[in-house]
Nanobody, 121 residues
Framework: QVQLVESGGGLVQAGGSLRLSCAAS????????MGWFRQAPGKEREFVAR????????SYADSVKDRFTISRDNVKNTVYLQMNSLKPEDTAVYYC??????????????WGQGTQVTVSS
């Protein structure tokens, strides 16, 4: 059983940056593809970014491309989401997920509890 714990969320002004972390335990992290998703109030959960188990293959939602970067440290069992040039529309609860290299949330088996990101205008 894999446990995921996100951290790094908070309140930031538009144009600012945040780095989210997701620490994994209870499994072989280095073999798991990882993803980041987000859910804004009243909206469905949406794909943000994903990383292949090696970190050598990544992809992003169009809405965050060139602003967000996913990376991972397989020694520290942690995946990161560096978020730059934040916009108010990036406000959401951000979740990390583990298990498959997919943009579809239902495909992932393991989820963290989420961390709130609020971007003020």
């Amino acid at each position: 059983q894999v446990q995921l714990v996100e951290s790094g969320g908070g309140l930031v002004q538009a144009g600012g940056s945040l780095r989210l972390s997701c620490a994994a335990s209870g499994g072989t992290f280095s073999t798991y593809p990882m993803g980041w998703f987000r859910q804004a109030p009243g909206k469905e959960r949406e794909f943000v970014a994903r990383s292949h188990w090696s970190g050598g293959m990544t992809s992003y939602a169009d809405s965050v491309k060139d602003r967000f970067t996913i990376s991972r440290d397989n020694v520290k069992n942690t995946v990161y989401l560096q978020m730059n040039s934040l916009k108010p529309e990036d406000t959401a609860v951000y979740y990390c997920a583990a298990g498959v290299y997919s943009t579809i949330s239902d495909a992932y088996r393991y989820w963290g509890q989420g961390t709130q990101v609020t971007v003020s205008s």
